[in-house]
């Protein structure tokens, strides 16, 4: 009776595994609706095919942060394909799942026990709600965290399966190549590159390969990241171990206020770590990992020689992340999906004396799978229905992307050559050439140090300026503002259901370029 309740327990979270990925691949089709993609993702994407290069604003401090995966985006958008990003991400999941699902570092297979066991590790990840946030926007993630994964898998590989020194050589300068990859991509991924390379390094062991090592990592280190560094420096005025180390680099004002509040951000009102686990409302919650978490009190770090890697690796990560990154289930989901991996390492055998615990969690992973299963539908019907026709796709963004409708109506009134100067952030959206004032949350307008950012304005010869809320004394240029256009009151169009429909005031006026030294003392500096 036993036996055929545990098939039918494997049949089940087979198929809920199964639907899990169905819906995800939908939602990656559907168009892009998510606020950050409106903004640089697509925004940086669709200035690298206006330019034929990578943009370099100084002002557009969001812009800034853009790397190889909005050049994904744009190569996506240059053959028409709007959710090629979010593909790649959904592909980036794909192989997360390949990892959980078929890889195995135990030479006997799993017992059928076993095999529920690694059902309930990949229903953890699948479940995850951030996953949903995660894989219905542009952003360079997912991808990218999947490469970081397979790296760890490589990495395992020295441990458990390279038997020659040319194998060890051979997994290595993959492991150099995936890593140093993502970390032209975001930032943030720097951590967990320099953690995986340098184990791996250590792991080749002998003091022959130490050398031939080292040679690997800085000739790819040359190939893949020096490029990047080397054009910081250039278009941005910047040291070499600035352009390394900061991700915005350069002396220029408002930058460190800027990556302060990005490091500072919080999905949640709740304090790390319970924020991982739980959202404050029900809004947020697709920005959590999840009950996924509690699998950590299965790893055991001394097992063997694998899962002591692993769990150092995420140690210091955790540890490293908590001091200087980002308290967001964004930046923990590597982790998250390193202790999954630690646990395929583990026999399930030896967890048996914890059976009723391992029951408990199960359980709470699959319930999260369920809401996670009933907010993929959502997404799924909300926003899959702008891909079958022109008109639906317009009913879709207008109803779900932010500023939408604002854009358009900006770009049914301005002429063809203006150039905008913008408050809102959805610049992606824009039919003209648009400028970002992301800038001006922090600098002051009437210092010296506002110089470089009115500069770009007064040389991109800003024809036009779209300012959220009524004008005052207090609104941004308020001395270069001319005719009102228009005047619109305009709906934050939000993909959560449950979230208040709130409305803001935004107007459109012309932007008298050659009254710029009204608008700010620093300007005087200019000339």
Same mark, same amino acid.
């Given at each position: 009776?036993?036996?055929?309740?545990?098939?039918? +327990?494997?049949?089940? /979270?087979?198929?809920? +595994?199964? /639907?899990?990925?169905?819906?995800?691949?939908?939602?990656? *089709?559907?168009?892009?609706?998510?606020? !950050?993609?409106?903004?640089?993702?697509?925004?940086?994407?669709?200035?690298?095919?206006?330019?034929?290069?990578?943009?370099?604003?100084? #002002?557009?401090?969001?812009?800034? /942060?853009?790397?190889?995966?909005?050049?994904?985006?744009?190569? #996506?958008?240059?053959?028409?394909?709007?959710?090629?990003?979010?593909? /790649?991400?959904?592909?980036? @999941?794909?192989?997360?799942?390949?990892?959980?699902?078929?890889?195995?570092?135990?030479?006997?297979?799993?017992?059928? !026990?076993?095999?529920?066991?690694?059902? $309930?590790?990949?229903?953890?990840?699948?479940?995850?709600?951030?996953?949903?946030?995660?894989?219905?926007?542009?952003?360079?993630?997912? @991808?990218?965290?999947?490469?970081?994964?397979?790296?760890?898998?490589?990495?395992?590989?020295?441990?458990?399966?390279?038997?020659?020194?040319?194998?060890?050589?051979?997994?290595?300068?993959?492991?150099?190549?995936?890593?140093?990859?993502?970390?032209?991509?975001?930032?943030?991924?720097?951590?967990?590159?320099?953690?995986?390379?340098?184990?791996?390094?250590?792991?080749? &062991?002998?003091?022959?390969?130490?050398?031939?090592?080292?040679? $690997?990592?800085?000739?790819?280190?040359?190939?893949?990241?020096?490029?990047?560094?080397?054009?910081?420096?250039?278009?941005?005025?910047?040291?070499?171990?600035?352009?390394?180390?900061?991700?915005?680099?350069?002396?220029? %004002?408002?930058?460190?206020?800027?990556?302060?509040?990005?490091?500072?951000?919080? !999905?949640?009102?709740?304090?790390?770590?319970?924020?991982?686990?739980?959202?404050?409302?029900?809004?947020?919650?697709?920005?959590?990992?999840?009950?996924?978490?509690?699998?950590?009190?299965?790893?055991?770090?001394?097992?063997?020689?694998?899962?002591? &890697?692993?769990?150092?690796?995420?140690? +210091?990560?955790?540890? *490293?992340?908590?001091?200087?990154?980002?308290?967001?289930?964004?930046?923990?989901?590597?982790?998250?999906?390193?202790?999954?991996?630690?646990?395929?390492?583990?026999?399930?055998?030896?967890?048996?004396?914890?059976?009723?615990?391992?029951?408990?969690?199960?359980?709470?992973?699959?319930?999260?799978?369920?809401?996670?299963? #009933?907010?993929?539908?959502?997404?799924?019907?909300?926003?899959?229905?702008?891909?079958?026709?022109?008109?639906?796709?317009?009913?879709?963004?207008?109803?779900?992307?932010?500023?939408?409708?604002?854009?358009?109506?900006?770009?049914? &009134?301005?002429?063809?050559?203006?150039?905008?100067?913008?408050?809102?952030?959805?610049?992606?959206?824009?039919?003209?050439?648009?400028?970002?004032?992301?800038?001006?949350?922090?600098?002051?307008? !009437?210092?010296?140090?506002?110089? %470089?950012? *009115?500069?770009?304005?007064?040389?991109?010869?800003?024809?036009?300026?779209?300012?959220?809320?009524?004008?005052?004394?207090?609104?941004?240029?308020?001395?270069?503002?001319?005719?009102?256009?228009?005047?619109?009151?305009?709906?934050?169009?939000?993909?959560?259901?449950?979230?208040?429909?709130?409305?803001?005031?935004?107007?459109?006026?012309?932007?008298?370029?050659?009254?710029?030294?009204?608008?700010?003392?620093?300007? *005087?500096?200019?000339?």
């Amino acid at each position: 009776m036993d036996k055929f309740a545990l098939i039918d +327990i494997n049949k089940f /979270l087979n198929l809920f +595994i199964k /639907l899990l990925l169905v819906a995800y691949g939908l939602l990656a *089709l559907c168009p892009v609706t998510n606020a !950050d993609s409106l903004d640089y993702h697509i925004g940086v994407a669709i200035e690298i095919l206006n330019q034929g290069k990578m943009p370099a604003f100084l #002002g557009w401090f969001h812009g800034r /942060l853009a790397g190889s995966g909005e050049v994904l985006n744009a190569l #996506g958008l240059a053959i028409g394909a709007e959710q090629f990003g979010s593909l /790649l991400q959904f592909s980036g @999941l794909l192989g997360i799942y390949g990892i959980l699902a078929f890889y195995s570092f135990l030479e006997k297979d799993l017992a059928n !026990d076993g095999s529920v066991w690694r059902e $309930i590790i990949i229903i953890a990840f699948l479940s995850s709600p951030v996953l949903v946030f995660l894989v219905s926007s542009s952003k360079p993630q997912l @991808l990218q965290v999947g490469m970081t994964s397979f790296a760890v898998v490589l990495l395992l590989e020295i441990i458990f399966k390279a038997k020659t020194d040319k194998n060890k050589l051979s997994i290595f300068i993959l492991i150099c190549i995936l890593i140093m990859s993502t970390t032209q991509a975001k930032f943030s991924f720097f951590l967990s590159a320099f953690l995986i390379g340098l184990c791996s390094l250590i792991l080749l &062991v002998s003091i022959r390969l130490y050398i031939y090592g080292v040679l $690997i990592g800085i000739f790819f280190l040359i190939l893949i990241i020096f490029p990047s560094v080397f054009w910081k420096i250039k278009n941005f005025d910047s040291s070499m171990i600035d352009a390394i180390l900061a991700p915005l680099p350069g002396p220029w %004002p408002g930058v460190k206020s800027f990556e302060s509040v990005l490091r500072n951000y919080r !999905d949640s009102t709740l304090d790390f770590p319970l924020s991982l686990l739980i959202p404050n409302t029900f809004e947020v919650v697709t920005t959590i990992i999840g009950s996924g978490l509690f699998l950590v009190i299965f790893v055991k770090p001394i097992a063997n020689l694998q899962t002591f &890697v692993l769990s150092f690796i995420i140690i +210091i990560f955790v540890i *490293l992340g908590i001091l200087f990154g980002q308290k967001a289930s964004r930046f923990f989901l590597e982790p998250f999906i390193w202790i999954l991996i630690s646990l395929i390492v583990i026999d399930p055998i030896k967890i048996q004396n914890l059976k009723f615990t391992r029951n408990v969690i199960g359980f709470l992973v699959i319930l999260q799978a369920g809401l996670t299963f #009933g907010i993929l539908l959502l997404g799924i019907y909300q926003l899959l229905p702008g891909v079958f026709s022109i008109q639906s796709r317009e009913k879709v963004m207008n109803q779900y992307a932010n500023g939408y409708n604002l854009m358009k109506w900006t770009g049914s &009134v301005l002429p063809k050559d203006a150039v905008l100067l913008s408050q809102h952030r959805s610049v992606a959206l824009s039919e003209r050439k648009t400028l970002s004032l992301d800038w001006a949350k922090f600098v002051n307008f !009437d210092s010296i140090i506002a110089s %470089p950012y *009115l500069k770009e304005i007064k040389d991109e010869n800003v024809t036009h300026i779209l300012i959220l809320g009524e004008i005052s004394k207090d609104s941004p240029f308020f001395g270069c503002i001319g005719n009102v256009i228009g005047k619109t009151k305009s709906q934050i169009a939000m993909r959560n259901p449950l979230a208040p429909k709130d409305h803001f005031t935004a107007i459109l006026a012309e932007f008298r370029i050659n009254n710029l030294s009204q608008c700010s003392n620093s300007v *005087l500096k200019l000339k």
